[in-house]
């Protein structure tokens, strides 16, 4: 046999997945690595616990009936990032594990954007054999032809393994070069209808990468501070394709769309030019790159919704925050906004370094003045605190965080000590109690959300669904429920 012939194997992967609020989020990253894992020659089935009523019933008689010779578990989130009812995922990880652990022998891989965050924290707390920390379908492959030889190990960038029992992790790869834009075949790995019913969308990216530096963000250390950027061409490729098979409801899940400009541009122009049946939305534009051209191009093209995270209409805020813009530029991209059709939903994060009492109300001021009442402000409070961010030496200065970064895997969060918490959560509520255009983190945690979901997809409701949430939240009070 050549020496880099890799032996087929049965694969088997497990998204785990199954935080469902506000939406079910379609495991965009699993199915890329099922589709890499397979063209690689391996039998692979993906097995997603979104849905299912008994997981570890599930993973139970997948193992026992296909005996896989690799089992890898893709970890999308560490916890909810909620600061008044935090939710530590990875302590629902453990059974799993054991579970694992208990029916085979085989080598157990994690992977997914929890895993990259705190890679060697993860390790140690699941016992796992190995980590991919960068880029899945390039290097879970690779992996794949390496266990056990660790010699090989040591020169895949972007894993983690265990040498004497400690987790070892290769530095990471550099950054690749622009290619085509990725799009697994979603309907061949997972249940995408049901995903559908829920109102979820079809998750696609442009780019890879974040030149940003806000100081509480994990996505640089994620996909690289380089911007790796698909090409036009193949993007609007990738949303034809999608929306011919009947998937027309695609969201562009990059970190910000609109930055480089240049590229969301031609990406736009590109889709304007094409009869491609899909409804498009992003939710991360940045306000500093939201022009008239790029808000035109964009109607153009079919987008039913755009995001702007600005996080805070307040200078000293955003300035702690590191965002690169400023209030201006805000108010600049609410001015433009308003000159458009396109509906818009306004994030903001209350509580970063600098927040007052002051500034919390000259963010309320800018929601209540300078966003269309027919658009969505939606406010998070505190900030999940990641080990090696700035947010994280910031907190440490202010004497808020004490913990060492191993010891962060489960959630702590910072919330400015120059207003009391519970005047700001009060604050937001007060708001939210009379702006029927206001979505806060109690609304995201309703229980029958699902509900309303599914009677809404039944009805003809498309994404996203935040465009009603006036007449939600209106239809819910007239029924006596507190929304």
Known sequence: MPPHQVLPMDILIISTNRHAFPAPVIPLGACMVADAAERAGHTVRLLDLMFVQDPLWEVEREVTVRKPDVIGLSVRNIDNNDIQQPAFFIRKLIPLMDTLRRLSDAPLVLGGAAVAVMPKEMMRHTNASYAVLGDGETLFPRLLGSIGDKETLKRIPGIAWRRGGKPVVTPPAAPSSSGACPCPDFRRWIDVDTYLSQ????????????????????????????????????????????????????????????????????????????????????????????????????????????????????????????????????????????????????????????????????????????????????????IRIYPETELAEIARRQGLLSLPPEEMLEPVFYFSPGVEFSWAVNEIRQYAAHHMNCINSDSLRLPFLPVIHRWGYRCGIRPPLWRYTRFIRRGLRALGVDA
Request: some cysteine; glycine content about 10%; charged content about 20%.
């Open 199 to 382: 109102l979820s969308t079809i998750p696609l990216q442009t780019k890879l990468g974040c030149h940003f530096k806000c100081v509480y963000c994990t996505y640089r250390k994620i996909e690289g501070e380089h911007y790796r950027l698909f090409a036009p061409g193949s993007v609007v490729e990738a949303v034809r394709k999608l929306a011919a098979s009947g998937l027309r409801d695609i969201e562009f899940v990059d970190n910000v769309f609109n930055s480089p400009p240049g590229h969301a541009m031609a990406i736009t122009e590109k889709l304007a030019g094409t009869h491609h049946g899909a409804r498009l939305q992003s939710l991360e534009l940045n306000p500093l790159y939201t022009d008239d051209a790029l808000l035109t191009a964009m109607e153009h093209a079919g987008f039913s919704g755009i995001g702007i995270t600005v996080e805070s209409a307040s200078d000293t805020v955003l300035s702690g925050l590191g965002k690169g813009f400023d209030a201006g530029d805000v108010h600049r991209a609410a001015r433009i906004v308003r000159k458009h059709a396109l509906p818009c939903v306004w994030i903001f994060m209350i509580g970063g370094p600098g927040e007052t009492r002051a500034t919390i109300r000259e963010t309320l001021r800018f929601a209540e003045s300078c966003v269309r009442s027919s658009d969505i402000v939606f406010f998070t409070i505190g």
